[in-house]
């Protein structure tokens, strides 16, 4: 008979890896919201947003996306590492940041297009982030890394990387809590809106028309 301290609870690949995606994106979240000098303490509702985005999106396709690549090119050679890096830098880092800000954006209430909006907006320059740190990472994940082990190198990385993206999805600006409407600070509209309600859209508030009245005309004549 077995003692009890050596019974070990048996738990899929799949939900290890949901696991510590959702604890680790949260602990990036943290991290962002105490870098951020926008962020007035723990906004719990933000955290919880970054931990399900991890946990239930992040994981589940990343983990299939790197059983992919180990099939499609499964040779340990430099042309497959090139090949599963320019894949994964391309395709799938654009796919998997373009849901980031849409999945974040309707878990907000905002919906489906304004999120696509963000992306119109942001998507560049978070790329160019992304191709700053995630090229050589990548390289010598997709190389000599497990794939089983693949994603959760890519989580541990992911702290400081959630972090910015983090503080980038949720930068204030104009959009419910913190998510940019199309129109920026700068915008003729930006003087236009009331102050941000927490959890709820920016009100855009009417202009009025400021093109002058006949009656204004004539008495100018």
Not at 57 to 69: M, Q
């Amino acid at each position: 008979m077995e003692a009890s301290g050596d019974i070990a609870i048996p738990v899929s690949p799949l939900v290890a890896d949901v696991i510590a995606s959702g604890l680790l994106w949260a602990i990036g979240d943290v991290v962002a919201q105490k870098l951020d000098v926008q962020s007035d303490g723990i906004d719990s509702r933000r955290l919880a947003r970054q931990a399900v985005f991890g946990a239930f999106i992040l994981a589940p396709l990343a983990r299939s996306w790197y059983l992919l690549l180990s099939v499609m090119l499964p040779e340990a050679s430099l042309p497959s590492t090139i090949a599963k890096v320019a894949l994964d830098q391309t395709i799938w880092a654009v796919t998997i940041l373009s849901l980031m800000y849409v999945s974040l954006s309707v878990m907000q209430g905002a919906g489906v297009q304004h999120g696509l909006s963000v992306v119109r907006a942001r998507i560049r320059d978070t790329m160019k982030a992304n191709w700053c740190v995630w090229p050589l990472v990548q390289a010598v994940n997709l190389t000599f890394v497990p794939v089983r082990h693949q994603l959760l190198i890519v989580n541990l990385v992911s702290i400081p990387w959630s972090a910015y993206l983090s503080i980038k999805a949720n930068r204030s600006g104009g959009g419910p809590e913190g998510i940019s409407f199309p129109h920026g600070e700068h915008s003729p509209l930006a003087s236009q809106r009331s102050p941000p309600k927490k959890g709820g859209f920016v009100e855009v508030v009417p202009m009025h028309d400021a093109r002058p009245k006949k009656s204004d005309w004539e008495d100018a004549l």
